[in-house]
């Protein structure tokens, strides 16, 4: 059973312009939500987390929204750079569980 | 140490031999994670120590796989009769414990292929 689904395995974004990542959750009981970011042959990499008390976080180029009613979560990056090419992973975690779930990634590339 | 540290960082087996992976956490951190991502697939939990607690293994697939951890220090995970499927890159993460919503950090895995 798939808690957490990120249903595009890929995106392709021209430098400069907005990328959006999408998630997807089916456990109402989630209540913080994270993103990783993942290059090859390294292990991911925190990014930016959310409280599912919040409906928006953002840290610099990065923002996260959480929409709890329809259990949806995205990351959007703007301007995307070239640097920003990468696997990312949403997680959701039930605060005291100390076990997070992670999504399938979205290989994110930015064309020049 | 600075970071997680796992090794070997790739490990190419035979079929129905034994593996053992080693996962070296950060020092300080009382939580210590396995997770594994197969081709094309997410990361999927295997286990998890907390202290002195019992581990949480519910994520392990069979019983071929045990995982170790003495105190708050190493930790190996193994793997008996490897079978093709296990091919992964096993990744382990450690985190202090009450910050786990801040995040685990990982190290860079273990690629293991099964041949």
């Known amino acids: 059973d798939q808690q957490v689904k990120q249903n595009s395995p890929s995106l392709s974004v021209q430098e400069g312009r907005i990328s959006i990542l999408n998630c997807d959750y089916t456990?109402?009981?989630?209540?913080?939500f994270l993103w990783y970011k993942k290059y090859p042959a390294e292990g991911p990499t925190f990014l930016i987390s959310?409280?599912?008390?919040?409906d928006k976080n953002e840290d610099g180029r990065f923002t996260v929204f959480l929409n709890k009613s329809a259990k949806h979560l995205s990351l959007h990056i703007v301007p995307s750079q070239p640097g920003d090419s990468a696997v990312y992973f949403c997680a959701s975690i039930i605060q005291g569980a100390q076990k997070l779930v992670f999504g399938q990634g979205t290989r994110l590339t930015i064309n020049p | 140490g600075a970071g997680v540290s796992q090794s070997p960082s790739n490990k190419v087996t035979e079929k129905g031999k034994d593996v053992e992976l080693r996962c070296d956490p950060i020092s300080g951190h009382t939580a210590l994670y396995w997770y594994r991502q197969r081709l094309g697939q997410g990361l999927e939990f295997l286990i998890y120590f907390q202290g002195n607690s019992a581990p949480d293994k519910s994520g392990l697939p069979s019983d071929r796989f045990s995982a170790e951890r003495t105190g708050e220090s190493v930790s190996t995970l193994t793997i008996q009769r490897t079978q093709q499927e296990d091919s992964a890159v096993y990744l382990c993460?450690?985190?202090?414990?009450?910050?786990?919503?801040?995040?685990?950090?990982f190290g860079s895995g273990t690629r293991l292929t099964v041949v």
């Open positions: 456990n109402s009981m989630f209540d913080y």
């Open positions: 993460a450690s985190s202090p414990s009450v910050h786990t919503i801040y995040g685990y950090t």
């Open positions: 959310i409280s599912s008390i919040k």
